[in-house]
């Protein structure tokens, strides 16, 4: 349990485990991830799962992205924060929302829907996912790995390409907006 002091003045002061409890919950609330163009459909076979995922944005505001996402049978709501100089780190606050209401936000969302199957793919210690992507923004392949650290280390698959981590244009946000066949 916590245990608040009250000083002589009547100034309360929290022990230093209520700080740390609580930057421990933010901390848990950063996604560190990395992206990759991919050079060939090979991650196809070895995938264990494979979803379709609809997205759209309320809000792409890079400060405060807000998302909505169905991803097969599941909805999703998302705020995402600005990303750190390195581009790797960003605040991630996900909720987990019945489809039906996730089918009614996507009426919200600004002009620009992603379409795309997500390959998940085990790499070692690691899941990469794989996008593949419809519509306009057909061609395009890209890979996600969300690491513990920016500098922990991770095996690359031979069909892992370029990194794109810090190329605004591989944003999802973004390639709602300048889709990638408009390149």
């Given amino acids: 349990?916590?245990?608040?002091?009250?000083?002589?003045?009547?100034?309360?002061?929290?022990?230093?485990?209520?700080?740390?409890?609580?930057?421990?919950?933010?901390?848990?609330?950063?996604?560190?991830?990395?992206?990759?163009?991919?050079?060939?459909?090979?991650?196809?076979?070895?995938?264990?799962?494979?979803?379709?995922?609809?997205?759209?944005?309320?809000?792409?505001n890079p400060e405060r992205t807000v998302r909505v996402r169905i991803k097969g049978d599941k909805g999703f709501l998302t705020i995402k924060g600005k990303g750190n100089e390195s581009g790797l780190s960003r605040f991630e606050w996900e909720k987990e929302i019945p489809v039906e209401e996730a089918q009614q936000l996507m009426h919200l969302c600004e002009k620009g829907t992603i379409d795309k199957t997500r390959y998940e793919i085990q790499s070692g210690n690691h899941v990469i996912e794989v996008d593949v992507f419809y519509g306009e923004n057909e061609g395009l392949i890209m890979a996600e790995i969300e690491l513990s650290s920016e500098s922990e280390t991770f095996l690359k698959p031979e069909w892992l390409g370029e990194e794109v981590t810090n190329d605004v244009r591989y944003y999802n946000g973004y390639l709602s907006e300048h889709p990638f066949k408009s390149w």
């Fill in 1 to 60: 349990s916590f245990v608040i002091k009250n000083s002589r003045n009547g100034v309360y002061f929290i022990y230093f485990k209520i700080l740390l409890f609580f930057i421990n919950k933010i901390f848990k609330m950063i996604e560190i991830e990395r992206k990759f163009l991919v050079t060939s459909t090979d991650f196809i076979s070895q995938a264990f799962a494979h979803n379709r995922i609809a997205q759209g944005y309320i809000s792409k």
